[in-house]
Nanobody, 125 residues
Framework: QWQLVESGGGLVQPGGSLTLSCAAS????????MSWFRRAPGKEREGVSC????????HYADSVKGRFTISRDNAKNTVYLQMNSLKPEDTAIYYC??????????????????WGQGTQVTVSS
């Protein structure tokens, strides 16, 4: 049974940092682009960041560019999202997902076959 398990969420003050991890089992992430999504209260799910499988080319939503960094460790079958300078508007449930393609082909939901259960990030003083 495959699993994608996110961890690292929590409560942090504005300006703080968190690092999210997404670990896979019974799935080989090495050949797939990986993305992070988030869903804030009362809003639709949005794509936050994506990383290619081979060349580690990355993409970021404008709202997080310069503050978030996505990375991957294929040997550990894990993807990370380093989040710095967090703002209250970053509060959301964060999900990782496996893209069908090896490159970042977008954030349309039908491009992703596997999703994690999500981890809550709350930015508040």
């Amino acid at each position: 049974q495959w699993q994608l398990v996110e961890s690292g969420g929590g409560l942090v003050q504005p300006g703080g940092s968190l690092t999210l991890s997404c670990a896979a089992s019974s799935l080989t992430l090495e050949y797939h682009a990986m993305s992070w999504f988030r869903r804030a209260p009362g809003k639709e799910r949005e794509g936050v960041s994506c990383i290619n499988s081979a060349d580690s080319h990355t993409h970021y939503a404008d709202s997080v560019k310069g503050r978030f960094t996505i990375s991957r460790d294929n040997a550990k079958n894990t993807v990370y999202l380093q989040m710095n300078s967090l703002k209250p508007e970053d509060t959301a449930i964060y999900y990782c997902a496996v893209n069908r393609d090896y490159y970042c082909s977008g954030y349309a939901r039908n491009l992703y076959d596997y999703w994690g259960q999500g981890t809550q990030v709350t930015v508040s003083s």
